[in-house]
């Protein structure tokens, strides 16, 4: 019952937020350049969606997002499920991570400017040391939650490491693994348009930065909607990894 609410009581939740805004800039007479209705931005969004260079800028920030999210899933989960099973290795190297994990990454831009330039390449490293650590840290929990008696087993088996891993191990930190993948795709798109705000000259955060500039305030809105319709977009593709991969969780089988 609760989960069709939700398939209405959402809708309708978006519904006033978005009558409360029209009244809001109706009643105060707000001006335009300070809050466009959402019909003038509705209005911009669908202009801009109607320029062929805009899917190109979409293509950008789509490209530098997703490329940095895999790059920090495949060495985010490897070297989690190396410092989860060496407890030795993960306390020498936790003082380092949680000071890197703590540093502001977007200080980090200039340095990546410098290094790959002001291409693609700096906006994708970005994406990707903002994606690692949440990744980490998740398949590093969810190796060291494997029940002992689960190992115990293995070993009565004579399994191998590896066997293992494969058979016990990964299949336990899958959930632990895929909810760091969906604190990931967020942070990934945040730090891909990050970049783009502060050393680009291609892809949505780019033209959000060129509309501002150009005192097109409705336009910047209309950016605005496009980032956040790709990153709902890329959130809920993971989201439903989730249910594909692991069924079984009680995370997604409580929703069915």
Do not use: C
């Not at 831009?109 to 903002?130: E, H, Q």
């Not at 693994?177 to 780019?206: F, K, R």
């Amino acid at each position: 019952m609760s989960r069709h609410t939700a398939w209405i009581a959402t809708p309708l939740l978006l519904a006033a937020l978005v009558l409360i805004w029209d009244l809001y800039v109706r009643v105060f007479e707000v001006s335009p350049f300070i809050l466009p209705s959402p019909l003038e931005v509705w209005d911009a969004t669908v202009l801009l969606l109607s320029q062929p260079r805009t899917y190109g800028h979409i293509w950008v920030t789509l490209f530098e997002t997703v490329a940095g999210f895999i790059i920090a899933v495949v060495v985010g989960i490897g070297f989690g499920a190396l410092l989860g099973k060496i407890p030795w290795l993960e306390r020498t190297l936790n003082p380092l991570i949680v000071g890197l994990q703590v540093m502001p990454k977007v200080a980090l831009i200039p340095l990546f400017i410098v290094w790959f330039g002001f291409g693609m390449t700096s906006k994708v490293v970005l994406a990707a040391v903002i994606a690692f650590f949440p990744i980490m840290t998740n398949t590093i929990l969810g190796i060291k939650s494997v029940e002992r008696g689960h190992r115990d087993v293995m070993q009565s088996l004579n399994a191998s490491a590896w066997a293992t891993f494969r058979d016990v191990e990964l299949p336990n930190a899958l959930p632990f693994i895929l909810t760091g993948m969906e604190v990931g795709i967020v942070l990934a798109t945040i730090g891909a348009i990050v970049g783009e705000y502060l050393g680009g000259s291609q892809g949505l955060g780019y033209m959000a930065v060129a509309t501002l500039n150009a005192f097109d305030v409705k336009a910047m809105f209309g950016v605005i909607m496009l980032l956040t319709a790709l990153g709902l977009i890329l959130y809920f593709l993971v989201v439903m990894l989730r249910r594909y991969v692991t069924p079984w969780h009680e995370s997604v089988a409580g929703q069915h």
